[in-house]
């Protein structure tokens, strides 16, 4: 089964980012920066296919919260229908679908075609699949 998951791909690891007069972030603006920092392995704030790719199970092992190898519902933070597509049938999200996934693939989040992933790409993909 390989779906959805790499809106998944989602949320892990640490920044804090804290700059006067900012907005304040939500939990989940904070794990998504967090998440893009730790991919974004060169800091040049835009995320390569390679980065991307190697990151995944990064990803994938941080979201495991209860380490039994598979992602539920509440480790995800996806909408149930999101996490349905992912999921499949089974209800939860291995790690070969995680890295497999068409939904979250390099391509699906590039949304300019420029073959880099910046922060507002991977934020606006995300949101359409987050409950």
């Known amino acids: 089964m390989t779906c959805a998951r790499k809106a998944a791909l989602l949320l892990s690891v640490g920044i804090g ?3 006067a007069g900012a907005p304040a972030l939500t939990n989940d ?7 893009f920092s730790v991919i ?3 800091g040049s704030q835009e995320i390569s ?9 990064v990803v ?3 979201l495991d ?6 992602l539920e519902p509440d480790e995800m933070r996806m909408s149930p229908d999101g996490f349905k597509l992912l999921a499949g049938e089974d209800g939860v999200v291995d790690g070969e679908e995680f ?4 939904i979250g693939s390099f391509d699906a989040v590039d949304r300019n075609k ?3 992933i910046d922060y507002s790409e991977l934020s606006e993909y995300i949101a359409k699949y987050s409950g």
């Open 17 to 19: 980012l804290a700059a």
């Open 29 to 35: 603006d904070v794990r998504l920066r967090r998440f």
């Open 40 to 42: 974004d392995l060169d």
């Open 49 to 57: 296919r390679s980065e991307f790719r190697s990151g995944k199970s």
């Open 60 to 62: 994938f092992l941080n």
């Open 65 to 70: 919260l209860n380490g039994n190898m598979t």
């Open 99 to 102: 890295i497999g996934s068409e």
């Open 114 to 116: 420029d073959d880099q």
